[in-house]
């Protein structure tokens, strides 16, 4: 019996010390890691450089960066325990992801309102800035 492959997420966090060069290499690797498991590669967003909101392992930035892929649910702990032993990988989380079908992007309609609404009557009505500087000067001349 043959199982069904399933959608999954791998989001990982590397190490902030790393050249641009290394985190392009540890990324191919993780996708070898994914592939050697049997999984077929969907999707990968290159790990980019990014503020921690608290610290993981002493580092207060780290390369953030997600592989989406499909492989049958038995090998998700083969990857688990690859993942375990790259030293440059701060954290990692694998999740299954439910793929959303394509579906035909239909027409929308924008709906303008021609309504405007109307002033508060209570507004003063606006003033001529000589009307305003006069009033100024007549203030400051009472300090």
Do not use: C, W
Not at 39 to 49: A, D, E, L, Y
């Amino acid at each position: 019996m043959e199982t069904q492959l399933k959608n999954y997420e791998l989001a990982f966090h590397l190490t902030p010390d790393l050249e641009t060069s290394e985190v392009e290499a540890k990324t191919e690797e993780i996708e070898k890691t994914v592939k050697k498991a049997g999984g077929n590669i969907i999707f990968v967003k290159s790990p980019v450089k990014t503020h921690l909101s608290y610290p993981l392992k002493k580092n207060h930035s780290a390369y953030f960066g997600h592989i989406n892929f499909s492989v049958t649910p038995e090998t998700i702990e083969k990857i688990n325990s690859e993942m375990k032993l790259q030293a440059s990988v701060l954290r990692y989380l694998i999740s299954q992801k439910e793929m959303m079908e394509k579906r035909p992007v239909h027409e929308t309609t924008l709906i303008t309102s021609t309504h405007t609404p109307e002033r508060n009557k209570t507004e003063k009505p606006s003033r001529k800035p000589e009307e305003i500087e006069k009033e100024l000067e007549e203030v400051l001349e009472k300090i």
